[in-house]
């Protein structure tokens, strides 16, 4: 288990708890309001115990939570082996650290600009992930945890043909279904590239561009208006590059909305575009309109 924290605050939850089952792979996204003992000792009952019994041993941070002599204390008295790792240790919780990637990736993708509905949309990234083939597994951890496949039949009332009197009835059933979908192929996609990296073992060499590419700007130096850095565009683009500066920085053709940000960025920050090649799926760019001035 792992926190997600640095969320922006809707409805009052400002993190989540990110729990995986080491041998199914099942995960649960838990939105959380507080980190205090007591509290997660009946959220852990709750969603966890009540499904799937107690655990035998459990692997967290060293969160100041799990490190409180209540949490310790509980957990001997249940007989549960707790482990406190350290952060971003492949050894030991290295599993919930991907799991973290995978839904950040989801929500950022999803969640709309002001980032307001990020808790709305934990169930289907829930879902999607649970009912998708883990790499390590072979088979869905929905299968792997119940031996049967949920059922998924949810279809859109327009392609079906089912009609109805309630206008409002359709329309909130076609945006689970375009929210449904939206989530398990960005979470294919996520999920092929944290592999890609996860499985790297020498660094990648940098990439030779030429006056008049397209490229994609990181965006960890860069501020803007929303509310939380960990869910906005990991890129920025596409920008057209205009000037070679030396032999490892390029100077790029920046909107006039750019504020003052610099123009000239080392070649490790840059990444070629790539256009979409999904048929009749739409991938706009990330606008720089939002970019703090």
């Known amino acids: 288990m792992d926190f997600m924290t640095d969320l922006p605050n809707v409805k009052g939850y400002n993190q989540c708890w990110v729990i995986v089952d080491r041998f199914t792979k099942m995960a649960h996204f838990i939105p959380l309001k507080n980190r205090k003992a007591k509290e997660l000792a009946l959220i852990f009952v709750r969603e966890v115990w009540r499904l799937h019994g107690?655990?035998?041993?459990v692997v967290s941070v060293r969160d100041m939570v799990f490190m409180s002599s209540f949490c310790s204390e509980v957990m001997r008295l249940l007989e549960v082996e707790l482990d406190k790792s350290s952060a971003y240790h492949l050894q030991t919780n290295g599993q919930t650290e991907r799991?973290?990637?995978?839904?950040?990736?989801?929500?950022?993708?999803?969640?709309?600009?002001?980032?307001?509905?990020?808790?709305?949309?934990?169930p289907f990234a829930e879902f999607c992930y649970n009912n998708t083939v883990h790499a390590a597994t072979k088979q869905p951890p929905f299968f792997a945890a119940y031996h049967q496949h949920p059922e998924n039949n949810f279809k859109n009332p327009r392609d079906n043909g089912t009609e109805s009197n309630n206008p409002q009835a359709v329309?909130?059933?076609?945006?689970l279904d375009a929210i449904r979908e939206a989530i398990r192929e960005n979470m294919k996609a996520a999920q092929t590239r944290m592999a890609k990296y996860y499985n790297q073992k020498v660094a990648k060499k940098?990439?030779?561009?030429?006056?008049?590419?397209?490229?994609?700007?990181?965006?960890?130096?860069?501020?803007?208006?929303?509310?939380?850095?960990?869910?906005?565009?990991?890129l920025r683009g596409k920008f057209e590059i205009e000037k070679l500066c030396g032999t490892n920085a390029y100077r790029l053709k920046l909107p006039p909305l750019s504020g003052k940000i610099h123009r000239v960025f080392h070649v490790?920050?840059?990444?070629?575009?790539?256009?979409n090649t999904i048929p009749g799926r739409r991938?706009?760019?990330p606008p720089p309109v939002d970019l703090e001035q």
């Open 206 to 234: 940098e990439p030779q561009f030429k006056v008049g590419d397209r490229v994609m700007v990181n965006a960890k130096n860069i501020k803007t208006r929303r509310p939380s850095k960990k869910l906005d565009y990991k």
């Open 268 to 275: 490790s920050l840059l990444e070629p575009y790539r256009q």
């Open 283 to 285: 991938s706009p760019t």
């Open 171 to 175: 329309k909130t059933v076609e945006d």
């Open 54 to 57: 107690l655990p035998k041993r």
């Open 99 to 122: 799991v973290n990637q995978i839904l950040e990736n989801y929500l950022r993708t999803n969640c709309m600009w002001d980032q307001d509905d990020w808790v709305d949309l934990l």
